[in-house]
T-cell receptor, first 114, second 113 residues
Framework: EAQVTQNPRYLITVTGKKLTVTCSQN?????MSWYRQDPGLGLRQIYY???????DKGDVPEGYKVSRKEKRNFPLILESPSPNQTSLYFC?????????????FGAGSRLTVL | GENVEQHPSTLSVQEGDSAVIKCTYS??????FPWYKQELGKRPQLIID?????GEKKDQRIAVTLNKTAKHFSLHITETQPEDSAVYFC????????????FGQGTRLTINP
């Protein structure tokens, strides 16, 4: 089944404790991206990647890191989480060619930072 | 960069009535406008999209209209049903780049029986 898989789905952590949210897709998509969803703010892009070893900042990259060492994986790293990073996070992927850039989203990861 | 404004933030309609959600965008270069639906506790999923070379697109009870001159586009749902209750997001981008997709703030649509 074609899908984007995120883990963990739920996480409660404390300020300053490094964490990684994994994202994996099995559709051979070139493009992958991380979004955070907050009430009243919609989906805001954190980072995106056009292909292996190619990443770039989205609209809200502060406090996050990413890497793209393999085409299928795009982990989101919070080096020192803070309470304002409490949010619902979505990974998404798509092909990167005209007319084929429909996003497939993962199930979401709800993160709480105390 | 692109900025997408979406209204209203919440919308409540009686079952069977129509619902309209409106979005405006700022970048005249944008030419791809998708709509995503997010049911409670689920992931967003594409329900319909429109490209700038057409003014309207329909898919059963759902339609999207685009006014490029005014830089706004709208989602129309007719004969609403309980399963239409969800959060709807509009977005805009340049067609070649998924990376440029900018989302609106979302509209929570509630269908009252």
């Amino acid at each position: 089944e074609a899908q984007v898989t995120q883990n963990p789905r739920y996480l409660i952590t404390v300020t300053g404790k490094k964490l990684t949210v994994t994202c994996s897709q099995n559709m051979n998509h070139e493009y992958m991206s991380w979004y955070r969803q907050d009430p009243g703010l919609g989906l805001r892009q954190i980072y995106y990647s056009m292909n292996v070893e190619v990443t770039d900042k989205g609209d809200v990259p502060e406090g996050y890191k990413v890497s793209r060492k393999e085409k299928r994986n795009f982990p989101l790293i919070l080096e020192s989480p803070s309470p304002n990073q409490t949010s619902l996070y979505f990974c998404a992927s798509s092909f990167d060619r005209a007319g084929a850039n429909v996003l497939t989203f993962g199930a979401g990861s709800r993160l709480t930072v105390l | 960069g692109e900025n997408v404004e979406q209204h209203p933030s919440t919308l409540s309609v009686q079952e069977g009535d129509s619902a309209v959600i409106k979005c405006t965008y700022s970048d005249s270069a944008s030419n791809y406008f998708p709509w995503y639906k997010q049911e409670l506790g689920k992931r967003p999923q594409l329900i319909i999209d429109i490209r700038s070379n057409v003014g309207e697109k329909k898919d059963q009870r759902i339609a999207v209209t685009l006014n490029k001159t005014a830089k706004h586009f709208s989602l129309h749902i007719t004969e609403t049903q309980p399963e239409d209750s969800a959060v709807y997001f509009c977005a805009a981008s340049i067609i070649q780049g998924a990376q440029k997709l900018v989302f609106g703030q979302g509209t929570r649509l509630t269908i009252n029986p």
